[in-house]
């Protein structure tokens, strides 16, 4: 049995003897295939290539072009041209070239066509993209406003309905008429409990702070004209017939204005759905017309004996 020495030193003898039958410099021996003899290394040129003779100077543009190709494999030298040999460096692949891209479609001018869809997108959103063959987008759009137009109605609805119950509550438990009274008046009655109370507690303090300001000269002719001028009573008295009531009114009222505040958000979006409306149909407008684009679902049998196995797909085209 050998022992695992002689076999390592076998190896390396047999690693030896063909490293020393390999070229020491592979471009040259390369260029040598390529261009002959007259290339390979040993003499310098006029312009310091080595491998051709002195004053020549084609070999060392031959010479110059042979590493060009060994080190790009752009082309193939005359000699192995003739051979019908390759570069080597062609093994190690090409690089695709990239399609330069298209600059882009300067923007198209705002023309009376386009003008008129970007008007009835305005007027009527989804008018404009069912004008220019876009179902679908004219669709989502009208559905759109549709949705919006109902929850207007419906928070209107709401603030009548609500506003008439708390006008009620008013009339039957505080003994006063709201019908035709601004915003105003209605929070004071709903923030104090009588008229009474108010003409004290606000009157009379904005009465005595403008004329009974200063000790030294009060003016009492001024601070009783003030108070008759500004009180409430008559038509404008009231009076809660309990602190429930008065609670029950403050909340009825409340709610009367978030659903004016609904609405009112309802119509900011009806502006929002046509300006929206307006720049898609001004963008489509603007552009060709591309491939259709589908989604489709599709649900087929896969055996007809087992009425049971269906195939249940989703088909995009683009």
Request: hydrophobic share 45%.
């Amino acid at each position: 049995m050998r022992s695992p020495l002689l076999l390592a030193l076998a190896a390396l003898a047999a690693w030896g003897a063909r490293a020393e039958a390999l070229p020491a410099d592979p471009a040259a021996a390369w260029a040598e295939r390529a261009f002959g003899a007259a290339a390979a290394p040993g003499a310098e040129t006029a312009l310091g290539c080595p491998g051709a003779a002195a004053g020549s100077a084609a070999p060392a543009a031959g010479y110059q072009a042979a590493a060009l190709a060994y080190d790009a494999g752009r082309e193939t030298p005359p000699a192995l041209a003739a051979a019908g040999e390759e570069p080597l460096a062609i093994s190690f692949g090409r690089r695709r070239g990239r399609k330069p891209k298209a600059p882009p479609a300067p923007p198209a001018a705002l023309g009376a066509e386009r003008a008129r869809i970007l008007l009835r997108s305005l007027t009527v959103p989804g008018w404009g993209q069912a004008t220019l063959g876009h179902p679908t987008a004219a669709t989502v759009f009208a559905l759109a406003e549709a949705g919006v137009w109902g929850s207007f109605a419906a928070f209107h609805l709401q603030q009548q309905m609500r506003t008439d119950t708390y006008e009620r509550t008013a009339r039957l438990f505080a003994g006063i008429d709201l019908s035709r009274r601004d915003e105003e008046f209605r929070r004071i009655v709903g923030a104090f409990p009588s008229s009474e109370e108010y003409n004290r507690l606000v009157v009379a303090r904005d009465a005595a702070n403008l004329y009974l300001s200063d000790p030294q000269h009060p003016d009492y002719d001024g601070y009783r004209a003030y108070i008759e001028a500004h009180r409430l009573g008559g038509g404008d008295a009231w009076n809660w017939a309990s602190d429930g009531d008065q609670t029950r009114f403050r909340g009825q009222r409340k709610d009367a204005q978030r659903a004016a505040l609904r609405a009112n958000t309802a119509l900011a979006l009806a502006i929002a759905n046509r300006i929206v409306s307006a720049v898609h149909a001004a963008r489509v407008a603007g552009r060709p017309a591309g491939r259709s684009r589908s989604w489709n679902l599709e649900l087929a049998p896969v055996d007809v004996t087992d009425p049971t196995a269906l195939r249940l797909a989703v088909r995009a085209k683009f």
